[in-house]
């Protein structure tokens, strides 16, 4: 096998479990935070780490909120896609949607103030979805052929090339990217909150209270959380038939 197609193929398996690879990053933050604790790291520090976590989400958002139905399906088996979206992010940059991901989890990576850890994540997450791109871009080649190979020849896969920008064929709906980013906010609060929690109750064995920061933001998330999924429900439910 070229090495093309086994770095496709290897794709194609870390596509599958992408919802779910990224949560083995938290657990690797917090143990060393906790086995070898170090002087209190500065609310500037952290507020800094949570604007470069929070503004991958805010990419995300933005992507979410202005794509065209049929062009960022979401599976658990392999891409999909009814049509190729060029415009907006996607005239910007091909893969906006993991240089998002890439930036929560180095901002996540720098909260507990050692400096290998974001570097670490860096390395790891352009390994990780270089291989899932590819895997994608396969995919797209073969299911959109001249009109994708004309798409990279023009639009750069990781380094924004603004002066590409198209505007977007849609206008951009808050409703949708809540829709599909309700549960990412909640996992960047949560996570926040645990890596705060353990970071100061590293030092004395014991829990200690979290910043009010994060505890708010953790509440809001939640509270948005139990909203949306509210939401789903209610329009998932089928219709009454009139009495």
């Known amino acids: ?50 604007a470069v976590a929070i503004a991958g989400e805010l990419l995300r958002f933005a992507a979410s909120g202005l794509a065209p139905e049929g062009t960022s399906e979401r599976s658990t088996t392999g891409p999909r896609a009814a049509m190729l979206n060029t415009s907006g992010i996607y005239s910007v940059v091909r893969h906006p949607l993991y240089i998002a991901n890439t930036m929560t989890m ?35 080649d073969t299911q959109f052929g001249d009109a994708f190979r004309e798409f990279t020849n023009r639009v750069p896969a990781i380094v924004p090339r603004f002066s590409n920008h198209t505007p977007s064929t849609r206008a951009f709906s808050v409703m949708r990217a809540l829709e599909r980013e309700f549960n990412g906010i909640l996992a960047i609060a949560a996570s926040l909150y645990l890596l705060d929690l353990v970071e ?44």
């Open 106 to 140: 180095v901002g996540l990576a720098m909260f507990p103030g050692r400096w290998a850890l974001p570097v670490i994540v860096l390395l790891a997450s352009v390994l990780y979805y270089e291989r899932i791109a590819m895997r994608e871009e396969a995919f797209l």
């Open 200 to 243: 100061a109750s590293s030092r004395s064995g014991t829990l200690q209270h979290v910043n009010a920061v994060w505890t708010w933001f953790l509440a809001a998330a939640a509270a948005l959380f139990v909203l949306m999924v509210i939401r789903k429900q209610m329009r998932a439910r089928p219709a009454q038939p009139a009495t």
């Open 1 to 50: 096998m070229r090495l093309s197609e086994h770095m496709v193929d290897s794709g194609d398996m870390l596509f599958r479990w992408r919802s779910y690879v990224p949560l083995v990053l938290l657990p690797l933050l917090l143990l060393p935070m906790w086995l070898a604790p170090h002087p209190p790291v500065s609310l500037w520090w952290k507020l800094l780490a949570a």
